[in-house]
């Protein structure tokens, strides 16, 4: 399911599904989409940022283009320590292996992964992130 934003519509809580994961995704050539995310993140229930949340930066291939500051992506993840992957959604092959990892990314945070938790990932992807 997609957003423009958050909170959620409340007249519709009784159809939505269980949400196992929040990817917030970053447009690199656009302020708007990074002030957006952080008017929403303060209505994200604090247990998902124990692995549930993840940023997608989009536009990276066009860095020549940016209207955000790359301090600003490091410090929403440090500040939420969460996950930041960043692609080019124009190139196919990027495209399909982002969708690849958000994918497993999703299976871990359902719980359909045995032996790993959402939790124990996102710490995994964070020190790796780190180094």
């Known amino acids: 399911h997609l957003a423009t934003s958050l909170p959620l519509p409340s007249e519709r809580?009784?159809?939505?599904p269980r949400i196992d994961m929040i990817?917030?995704?970053?447009?690199?050539?656009?302020?708007y989409s990074l002030k957006n995310i952080e008017a929403s993140l303060a209505h994200v229930d604090a247990r998902f940022f124990l692995g549930k949340v993840c940023?997608?930066?989009?536009?990276?291939?066009?860095?020549?283009?940016c209207s955000i500051e790359m301090?600003?992506?490091?410090?929403?993840?440090?500040?939420c320590?969460?996950?930041v992957?960043?692609?080019?959604?124009?190139l196919e092959g990027i495209r399909v292996t982002t969708a690849q990892r958000l994918l497993r990314m999703l299976q871990i945070c359902a719980g359909h992964v045995p032996g790993?938790?959402?939790?124990?990932f996102s710490m995994l992807m964070r020190s790796s992130a780190d180094d």
């Open 116 to 120: 790993v938790s959402a939790l124990s």
């Open 55 to 65: 940023f997608l930066v989009t536009g990276v291939g066009r860095m020549n283009y």
């Open 23 to 31: 990817v917030f995704m970053i447009d690199i050539k656009s302020k």
């Open 85 to 90: 992957l960043f692609c080019e959604l124009e």
């Open 81 to 83: 320590r969460s996950p």
């Open 13 to 16: 809580d009784h159809l939505r």
């Open 71 to 79: 301090n600003a992506i490091r410090k929403l993840r440090k500040v």
